[in-house]
T-cell receptor, first 112, second 115 residues
Framework: QQPVQSPQAVILREGEDAVINCSSS?????VHWYRQKHGEAPVFLMILLKGGEQKGHEKISASFNEKKQQSSLYLTASQLSYSGTYFCGTVPYGGSQGNLIFGKGTKLSVKP | NAGVMQNPRHLVRRRGQEARLRCSPMKGHSHVYWYRQLPEEGLKFMVY????????ESGMPKERFSAEFPKEGPSILRIQQVVRGDSAAYFC?????????????FGPGTRLTVT
């Protein structure tokens, strides 16, 4: 029931846009997005909840298609600081509300 | 407001020794989660605790691993008789509420190396 993230890796030039996808085989209650830089802790970016509620950073946008059990993270006008590995964490319906099920991550590299 | 604190940041143990990892949640947070991360892998849930209670330990190996979150003091993840396969980064996270409408804040992690 681990969500599948795509692409696995992406390289951008500063200013370019990227979309990272997260797909689950189970109906989802919510999707959480985190960014992790090498050797550091994951940093919270956004939560998307069933029904359309969102909480997160102003400069990052995301969508949650409940019917398709998919979420996408949109990174626009990328900056060097966006580099890192992006993880989605899912909360399936019927699952424990105590834990997130994380995908394997999407490695984003932004070049000058 | 201090973030989630973990110590030690790096821990080296020989096979067969015990490892104790500590996690102090953010102020005002009473929910603690432990995750394990292998190189180039995502985070794998291990256990979810509230003060003095284990709520969900479905991700914990049945043997050698235990966790607690006492009324006073940090949460402890304990690994007895460590083996090489236990080498990983262990992260704890905390949140202010049980429901996963609320984000989890992660600590800097403890990198365990078993020699």
């Amino acid at each position: 029931q681990q969500p599948v993230q795509s692409p696995q890796a992406v390289i951008l030039r500063e200013g370019e846009d990227a979309v990272i996808n997260c797909s689950s085989s189970k109906a989802l209650y919510s999707v959480h997005w985190y960014r992790q830089k090498h050797g550091e802790a994951p940093v919270f970016l956004m939560i998307l909840l069933k029904g359309g509620e969102q909480k997160g950073h102003e400069k990052i946008s995301a969508s949650f298609n409940e019917k398709k059990q998919q979420s996408s993270l949109y990174l626009t006008a990328s900056q060097l600081s966006y580099s890192g590995t992006y993880f989605c964490g899912t909360v399936p319906y019927g699952g424990s509300q105590g834990n997130l099920i994380f995908g394997k991550g999407t490695k984003l590299s932004v070049k000058p | 407001n201090a973030g989630v604190m973990q110590n030690p940041r790096h821990l080296v143990r020989r096979r067969g020794q015990e490892a104790r990892l500590r996690c102090s949640p953010m102020k005002g947070h009473s929910h603690v989660y432990w995750y394990r991360q292998l190189p180039e892998e995502g985070l794998k849930f291990m256990v979810y605790l509230q003060k003095e209670n284990i709520i969900d330990e479905s991700g914990m190996p049945k043997e050698r691993f235990s966790a607690e979150f006492p009324k006073e003091g940090p949460s402890i993840l304990r690994i007895q008789q460590v083996v090489r396969g236990d080498s990983a980064a262990y992260f704890c996270a905390s949140s202010p509420r049980r429901e996963l409408r609320y984000e989890q804040y992660f600590g800097p992690g403890t990198r365990l190396t078993v020699t």
